[in-house]
């Protein structure tokens, strides 16, 4: 966990608009980054609860299936 919105550059603060990829504000207040849950590379940083688990990209090997209806990954695709 990490604070992303105040960093200096060159003597002054900034803020960033989005967490580093990995990391998702996961809709908390004040703003902190959380990393993404195990099988996601990156989520989904909309600053909602929940985001922390709506992947972007899988963490592959182990995930790699992507299942588009709820943005999760999967180690396998299943049967049916």
Known sequence: EYTP?????GGAAT?????DEGYTSNGSSPKKCV???EQCA???????????AKCTKCNAP???F???PDSSCMESCGTG
């Open 5 to 9: 919105w105040t960093e200096q550059a």
């Open 35 to 37: 990393k993404c849950e």
């Open 42 to 52: 990156a989520c989904v940083d909309d600053g909602a609860a929940g985001d922390v």
């Open 15 to 19: 803020c960033k608009a989005f967490c």
């Open 66 to 68: 992507m299942y588009s």
């Open 62 to 64: 182990k995930w790699a």
